[in-house]
């Protein structure tokens, strides 16, 4: 009886609490997440400032943006030229290299003049462009690079984070990154052959056709069943919480911290907050590593490494993957996975994974330790421009 009684406590408990953090923490879902609700302003601003009809999302050119400095709070601007190229803080005459890849490459947290890619561009004498855009995965740079070619520039660099296995096998990023409500974007699959299915958000979609495209959407996202739908809290609350125990103990402990000293006013409760989102990006870091064993995950990324490779080489370019691992990635042992994956690739490609470099050194003070998995400091894109010189140099390139 007493064993009845405590399941209904700690059923009513979670009620209330999971009700309440879902208000303000977007990694909690309940119920009434599956419905799609989206806002009509934030789709209009999405359209204006970063759609792309084959990519999901892009930097616009002759744009402007900021990102928000950790420590300081203050605003980091940055350009977009012409082109569609991160501006270079010291410019040249020539231009030799071209580097795509996800926000590693972009240089998310710094601005313009402290990219890897403007610490590169000094040492060759050269300009290094950077067409990296934020939260892309393996799949959208091939389309990228395949968009803009750059046949000109005979060096091309491919960088991404080891997290790209799962971003290849997402068509809705909301499935795979809970409130990421417009990251819609094309997607690989195999069927036969191997195939492309392109972002379904078209140029004249219209706002009250997105829940049927998002419904659309998990029919092909793996993500759907593999994680959304198995997080969403549904009575008995209890069940969804005992599926991921050690998880969700942690983030309603955070929270509900978090939630006490604001209300006492104590200026420090932000940093809880943090930590029960640094528990989620963890999380999903520990399980992109697993997919590094998952045959399906590796046929998909092996493919579109092999496509690159080809459309490279078709364009007579020297071509180098670059391997960014996220500041988790260093603290889990789980990332001997992706490490033995792309050892196994260096027979066939040219792949620099700064994974052993960064963990010879005192990894933690070149991040900048951001809320989504910390990007590289200023000293971590010198370090990073450093590593990939003398691994050129020592080809012969420069």
């Keep these: 009886m007493y064993f009845i009684y405590s399941v209904i406590i700690f059923e009513i408990f ?75 803080f010291f410019k040249f005459n020539t231009s030799k290299i071209s580097s795509f890849g996800d926000s590693y ?50 060096i091309i660099l491919i960088g991404f984070v080891p997290e790209t296995i ?10 795979l990154e809970f409130g990421n409500y417009y990251g819609f974007k094309p997607v690989f699959f195999f069927k036969k052959k191997f195939l492309l299915k392109k972002n379904p958000i078209k140029e004249n979609t219209l706002f009250k056709n997105l829940p049927n495209i ?11 069943n593999e994680k959304f739908i198995r997080h969403i809290f549904k009575f008995p609350y209890f069940i969804t919480f005992l599926t991921f125990p050690i ?12 939630k006490i000293l604001k209300f006492f006013k104590y200026k420090y409760h932000e940093n809880f907050y943090d930590l029960a989102l640094s528990c989620v990006i963890k999380n999903n870091i520990k399980n992109s590593h697993s997919l590094y064993k998952d045959y399906k995950s590796l046929k998909i990324l092996k493919h579109l490494l092999r ?16 391997i960014f691992p996220q500041l988790d990635d260093l603290k889990l042992n789980s990332r001997i996975n992706y490490q033995k994956f792309f050892i196994s690739l260096k027979k066939n490609y040219n792949i620099i994974d700064l994974t052993e470099s960064f ?24 370090i990073a421009s450093n590593l990939i010189y003398k691994y050129l140099a020592k080809c012969k390139l420069l």
């Design 14 to 88: 979670l009620y209330i609490t999971i009700k309440i953090l879902n208000k303000n923490f977007k990694w909690i879902l309940i119920k009434k997440n599956e419905n799609f609700i989206f806002d009509n302003t934030k789709f209009t601003n999405f359209i204006n400032t970063s759609y792309d009809k084959e990519l999901g999302w892009d930097k616009k050119p002759n744009s402007t943006g900021f990102d928000l400095a950790v420590s300081s709070k203050k605003k980091i601007k940055y350009k977009i030229d012409k082109n569609g190229s991160r501006d270079l």
């Design 105 to 154: 490459v972009f240089c998310r947290n710094v601005n313009d003049k402290n990219t890897w890619q403007t610490f590169l561009s000094k040492k060759i004498k050269s300009n290094v462009l950077n067409y990296g855009v934020g939260n892309y995965g393996l799949d959208q740079i091939y389309l990228k690079f395949k968009k803009k070619s750059h046949k000109k520039n005979k």
């Design 166 to 175: 799962c971003r290849i096998q997402s068509y809705w990023k909301n499935f």
């Design 214 to 224: 998002a419904y659309y959407c998990s029919k092909f996202d793996r993500f759907y």
């Design 247 to 258: 998880y969700y103990s942690k983030i309603i402990f955070f929270l509900i911290v978090s």
């Design 307 to 322: 496509k690159i490779k080809y459309f490279s080489k078709k364009n007579k370019q020297k071509l180098f993957f670059i």
């Design 359 to 382: 963990l010879n050194i005192n990894y933690e003070k070149i991040y900048t330790n951001d809320k989504y998995g910390g990007h590289l400091s200023k000293k971590g894109n010198m």
